[in-house]
């Protein structure tokens, strides 16, 4: 486990010159993540609902601030303090949503912050990223066959 102390967001511009949102996360070792979400192309209606503002006078509607100040806002305000692994953060961001597509809190401010832990979580561990996944991931298997995980 491990504490997570500061967490904060910005708008940026992702490769193709749209908004999304980039989280930098910090535990309480100083340990750092750091990551950015692109906007996502699909939109199917079982997708999780990336959070756009929709003000036609900023990026044609396409700004997250409003995924930005949720972060900084009701996600930090959870998390920061706190104690997590990979899997009881992602349950936390899950519970802290509370829709079954992300509505709420926008799948890209719960994705940028779970992958900005993923991150830290690997260098405080002394791992690569897919390492700490790969483990992660065999975890989950193992929970989800005893009922404890719901995604």
């Known amino acids: ?7 904060t967001a ?4 992702d ?7 980039e989280v930098e996360l910090e535990l309480n070792n100083q340990t750092i993540g750091k990551t950015a979400v692109p906007s996502g192309a699909s939109t199917g ?6 959070l756009r503002d929709g003000d036609p006078e900023r990026y044609g509607g396409k700004g997250v601030l409003g995924a930005v100040a949720n972060v900084e806002g009701e ?12 899997i009881t ?14 509505s709420h809190s926008g799948a890209n401010a719960v994705l940028s912050v779970s992958l900005a832990f993923a991150h830290a979580w690997a260098q405080n561990q002394n791992k690569e990223l897919f390492e700490t996944i790969a483990g992660e991931a065999d975890e989950v298997r193992n929970a989800t066959s005893h009922s404890q995980v719901v995604f």
């Open 1 to 7: 486990m491990a504490k997570i102390t500061r967490l």
């Open 10 to 13: 910005r708008e940026i511009l």
């Open 15 to 21: 490769s193709r010159g749209n908004p999304t949102i």
């Open 45 to 50: 209606k079982h997708e999780a609902v990336e």
């Open 75 to 86: 996600i930090a305000k959870r998390l920061i303090d706190r104690n997590y692994d990979q």
């Open 89 to 102: 953060l992602d349950q936390e961001l899950i519970a802290l949503d509370g829709t079954p597509n992300k």
